[in-house]
């Protein structure tokens, strides 16, 4: 019989110990890779645009006085813009009014009139909606489009649909030629 000698445990325990040194570096290697995939993912992620009227009420009834419509906007992507858009409630049509920049602190203001029926021409007189998206340059495109079709022709039919690429940040329902609220009661409709 074979007598082991006494070199051999030493032999196996370096060999244990570079075996375990490798797998100790590969499972470094592993954490490595798993922390930057992780890390890379979460900086792959972009906020998700935000937006808000901050000026108008929900709700808010409206006579003949002009409303500039206000707020602020963040994390808009590159490329993108901020669009006011008004969607006539009765009628189911979007009618994009104008694409606002934000200021570096992410005010914005309209430029055009928003309580205007003529503004956009809509049909009725009833509720609509102001609203405010982040338009992708898809949807910008389809919103120029239209917007420059409207003004040549001169006839504001309005959109059946939204652009697939433009995303609702806020909206505000909005009553024009309603009632209208006063400090003695309601006061009668406009005609």
Not at 113 to 127: E, F, Y
Request: glycine share 8%.
């Amino acid at each position: 019989m074979n007598e082991p000698s006494p070199e051999e445990p030493t032999h196996r325990r370096r060999r244990w110990a570079r075996t375990d040194k490798i797998a100790a570096f590969a499972i470094v290697i592993s954490a490595v890779i798993t922390l930057g995939i992780w890390l890379a993912d979460r900086q792959g992620r972009s906020v998700p645009p935000s937006g808000t009227i901050t000026n108008i009420a929900d709700e808010l009834k409206v006579r003949e006085e002009a409303l500039f419509v206000e707020g602020k906007a963040g994390d808009i992507p590159v490329g993108s813009e901020v669009w006011l858009v008004i969607r006539a409630g009765l009628e189911r049509r979007w009618y994009p009014v104008m694409m606002t920049r934000p200021g570096p602190d992410g005010s914005w203001r309209s430029d055009d009139d928003a309580s205007d029926p003529q503004n956009v021409r809509l049909v009725t007189n009833g509720p609509y909606y102001i609203q405010i998206y982040c338009a992708n340059m898809s949807a910008i495109a389809e919103f120029q489009q239209y917007k420059a079709k409207a003004i040549k022709s001169n006839k504001y039919p309005g959109m059946d649909k939204l652009p697939r690429g433009a995303k609702l940040l806020d909206e505000k329902r909005v009553h024009r030629n309603g009632w209208a609220k006063s400090t003695q009661g309601h006061s009668p409709p406009l005609q």
